[in-house]
């Protein structure tokens, strides 16, 4: 790849305009392919503290990056640069400063993502052009964004698409390879105007371009203020309320002047009310309509005045969970300064970040986009290019995922960031009044999830049978079949027995037996399996190995083993892992004898009978089986040996302890237990798992029903 295509350019044509959402976008097409890219910002206001925008991307992306590498300079540094000649300002020595900073990135990155100015410095008319003149001198193509905030009537979108034609005529003047046009903000309902104009006025015809242009329609979200953030636009003092309570959204303001049962009716999902210090009525009453299910939640109370409650009060408000704010200023004061004040994308901010990719990957085609960049896939694979690729292809073919934890505040979060990744169709188990309002209560969006209720399902009566005849070797009847269908776990495992969903997801709540048995008993195992097993995917720096067994069984037999070896083979093709299998033991090919190093040969013989075509080492040692040097002393000539993607341990021991000992050791991230061997995908959770696990594993059920679907397609064939 040369230096041009290791680098990219996205400017705007003013402020606010969205870069940071379309930054988010863009890196998240490069997570998927490139393994160290890097954000650089040539230009800031202030070196005080970190850019918001690399701080958003490196947390976000895990950047390899410091601070003082991702920033060029300050306005007043830059401004030193600039020489005053007869002919005008001469930006050379800028230019060239900017340029070599950029060279040291990217000889310790594989792309750098340069995101420019945001038109806060001395001559803000003036800096299209100078990102204009940074992206051709370092040689890197640019996304330009255009603002369409506010277009909402035939004259505006003209408007829209002139200042892209203004945009797209600044950067031609300095001689830029202008990749695409995004217009960002873009109201719904005027979204197809907005396109046909700036297309037109770009001077394509026949609806064919000589670069796409993208609409990413507004979300409101992105522009909202935290209730934390208030607190920094006020100068205000956080008397109460977690970190996670300050980091809602604000719905809205609302000045707390009248009598409570006034503000008790008014008062909306997220309101922010602002009142007098003195005001304990309105405190209780927004503290009552907090904890009450059938209330909205208040975003929190600002107290105005610079009064407040004394520690009695606050004793009697705090296990509401309202987070309170107080200020010295008046009420109306209070209101006025928050007047257009407009939140930011932080990196605590994850309803934000997921809502922001969301909207960009619904209003830009990756495919497109990403050939336009010509990324270069690397044979290595990071942590968070396995994610990002397993994302893409959950998302590629959707699937109906079950959760039948809808109790789980871990699940309700990442139900509505699943729904902003579009990653698959959710079906949460619950009654739905009962679920929305604990969603309500947390600030959860839950979208197009479905809520069903086994209680109240006539999928109940129709599936009732099914567990029946499925049981009925056991004496379970009809009626004991559909008392058994209260359980949301066997709920859920029959909606996947008879498709009406696709997979099921489980295990945050409920011990791994109860996630498995259910499935043991009415979806049962793959024909080739004698088992379920438990494989984690292991996320290395540089590249993706899948462990087994490691939550399942104890000690399997040789047969046993065999089908766990041949089902993790599966789950490696599954996961776009080419699978090269090491039954792995404490000694290597023949050194070694007793009952442990015997089983795992019979395995291996096992392996070798039912799969001929399949790579297989083993007996061999985890050493020789991933260290290529010892792999070629120990078994030489061996195509596995040092190079096996695909480890299969003799014992739950020795697995479950390998794992652990590498995801902590080996700066691995352990993604699983995919549990294999089952004839429809159902996966199970750490009871202690986080936001992102239930993310991961609804993606890696949805990818592993794809399969399924491969499967039973090309067996009806």
């Known amino acids: 790849m040369s230096s041009a295509n290791q680098r990219l350019y996205v400017t705007a044509d003013r402020a606010g305009a969205g870069k940071t959402v379309v930054a988010l976008g863009l890196l998240d097409l490069l997570a998927s392919s490139v393994r160290r890219p890097v954000v650089f910002r040539p230009v800031v206001s202030s070196r005080d503290e970190p850019d918001p925008l690399v701080e958003l991307l490196r947390h976000r992306y895990d950047l390899d990056i410091a601070d003082d590498d991702a920033v060029g300079l300050t306005w007043s540094e830059a401004a030193a640069l600039v020489d005053a000649t007869d002919a005008g300002p001469d930006p050379r020595r800028l230019v060239a400063t900017i340029v070599e900073r950029v060279e040291r990135l990217s000889e310790r990155a594989?792309?750098?993502?340069?995101?420019?100015?945001?038109?806060?410095?001395?001559?803000?008319?003036?800096?299209?052009?100078?990102?204009?003149?940074l992206a051709v001198n370092l040689g890197a193509p640019v996304v330009v964004v255009v603002s369409a905030a506010g277009a909402d009537d035939p004259a505006a979108v003209h408007s829209v698409a002139a200042a892209a034609r203004e945009a797209g005529s600044a950067l031609a003047a300095r001689g830029c390879t202008k990749l695409a046009t995004v217009v960002n903000r873009v109201d719904a309902a005027q979204r197809e105007a907005v396109l046909a104009a700036v297309r037109e006025e770009s001077g394509h015809t026949g609806g064919a371009t000589k670069h796409p242009v993208y609409a990413v329609e507004e979300v409101p979200l992105l522009s909202a203020l935290t209730v934390g953030e208030v607190a920094s636009v006020l100068g205000g003092a956080v008397l109460t309320g977690s970190d996670?309570?300050?980091?809602?959204?604000?719905?809205?303001?609302?000045?707390?002047?009248?009598?409570?049962?006034?503000?008790?009716?008014?008062?909306?999902?997220?309101?922010?009310?602002?009142?007098?210090?003195?005001?304990?009525?309105?405190?209780?009453?927004?503290?009552?309509?907090?904890?009450?299910?059938?209330?909205?939640?208040?975003?929190g109370l600002v107290l105005t005045n610079g009064t407040r409650p004394d520690d009695l009060q606050l004793t009697l408000l705090r296990p509401s969970g309202l987070p309170m704010i107080s200020v010295p200023t008046d009420t109306y004061t209070t209101i006025h300064r928050l007047e257009g004040a407009t939140g930011a994308i932080r990196p605590a901010s994850q309803r934000k970040v997921t809502a922001a990719l969301g909207a960009f990957s619904a209003g830009v085609d990756?495919?497109?986009?990403?050939?336009?960049?010509?990324?270069?896939?690397?044979?290595?694979?990071?942590?968070?290019?396995?994610?990002?690729?397993?994302?893409?292809?959950?998302?590629?073919?959707?699937?109906?995922?079950?959760?039948?934890?809808?109790?789980?505040?871990?699940?309700?979060?990442?139900?509505?960031?699943?729904?902003?990744?579009?990653?698959?169709?959710?079906?949460?188990?619950?009654?739905?009044?009962?679920?929305?309002?604990?969603?309500?209560?947390?600030?959860?969006?839950?979208?197009?999830?479905?809520?069903?209720?086994?209680?109240?399902?006539?999928?109940?009566?129709?599936?009732?049978?099914?567990?029946?005849?499925?049981?009925?070797?056991?004496?379970?009847?009809?009626?004991?079949?559909?008392?058994?269908?209260?359980?949301?776990?066997?709920?859920?495992?029959?909606?996947?027995?008879?498709?009406?969903?696709?997979?099921?997801?489980?295990?945050a709540t409920h011990t791994t037996a109860a996630t498995i048995r259910p499935a043991l008993e009415v979806i049962k195992t793959t024909p080739g399996a004698k088992r379920v097993s438990g494989a984690f995917l292991m996320c290395l720096p540089d590249r993706v190995l899948v462990f087994?067994?490691?939550a399942v069984n104890l000690d399997p037999t040789a047969e046993e083993l065999a089908g766990i070896a041949l089902s993790s083979a599966e789950t490696a093709r599954a996961f776009g892992v080419e699978p090269r299998v090491a039954m792995v033991s404490y000694s290597t090919g023949s050194s070694g004898a007793g009952v442990d190093v015997d089983k795992v040969r019979e395995a291996?013989?096992?392996?070798?009978?039912?799969?001929?075509?399949?790579?297989?080492?083993?007996?061999?040692?985890?050493?020789?089986?991933?260290?290529?040097?010892?792999?070629?002393?120990k078994m030489p000539g061996n195509p596995v040996a040092g190079h096996a993607t695909v480890l299969v341990f003799p014992d739950l021991n020795t697995g479950n302890t390998t794992y652990k000992a590498v995801q902590r050791s080996g700066d691995a991230?352990?993604?699983?237990?995919?549990?294999?061997?089952?004839?429809?995908?159902?996966?199970?959770?750490?009871?202690?798992?986080?936001?992102?696990d239930v993310v991961s594993t609804v993606a890696i059920t949805a990818v592993q029903s794809q399969t399924t679907a491969e499967q039973k397609e090309t067996a009806s064939a």
């Not at 410095?121 to 800096?127: D, Q």
């Not at 309101?271 to 059938?294: C, N, P």
């Not at 291996?604 to 002393?633: H, K, N, S």
């Not at 991230?669 to 986080?690: E, F, H, K, M, Y």
């Open 110 to 133: 594989d792309f750098v993502l340069v995101v420019g100015t945001d038109f806060t410095g001395p001559s803000p008319a003036t800096e299209l052009d100078l990102n204009a003149l």
């Open 244 to 299: 996670s309570a300050l980091e809602r959204e604000v719905g809205g303001y609302l000045a707390g002047s009248a009598h409570a049962d006034v503000v008790l009716r008014l008062l909306r999902e997220g309101t922010l009310l602002v009142t007098s210090g003195d005001r304990l009525d309105l405190m209780l009453v927004s503290a009552g309509a907090a904890i009450h299910r059938d209330l909205p939640t208040p975003g």
């Open 366 to 507: 990756a495919e497109e986009l990403s050939e336009r960049i010509r990324l270069v896939r690397t044979e290595a694979v990071t942590p968070a290019m396995f994610n990002a690729r397993l994302l893409a292809a959950a998302r590629a073919d959707r699937r109906t995922i079950v959760l039948p934890e809808s109790e789980d505040t871990r699940v309700l979060r990442a139900a509505e960031e699943l729904g902003h990744l579009d990653v698959a169709d959710l079906v949460l188990l619950g009654r739905e009044e009962e679920v929305r309002a604990r969603a309500d209560r947390l600030g959860v969006d839950l979208g197009s999830a479905r809520i069903v209720d086994p209680a109240t399902s006539p999928l109940r009566e129709q599936m009732a049978p099914v567990y029946a005849e499925r049981r009925k070797h056991k004496g379970v009847t009809l009626e004991a079949a559909a008392e058994q269908l209260l359980d949301p776990t066997y709920f859920g495992t029959l909606m996947v027995e008879t498709g009406h969903a696709d997979g099921m997801v489980s295990g």
């Open 548 to 550: 087994a067994d490691c």
């Open 604 to 633: 291996t013989r096992l392996v070798a009978e039912r799969a001929p075509d399949l790579p297989l080492a083993g007996p061999i040692q985890y050493d020789a089986a991933v260290d290529p040097a010892t792999g070629e002393a």
């Open 669 to 692: 991230v352990a993604v699983g237990p995919v549990l294999q061997g089952l004839r429809r995908p159902v996966n199970d959770l750490s009871r202690g798992c986080t936001v992102a």
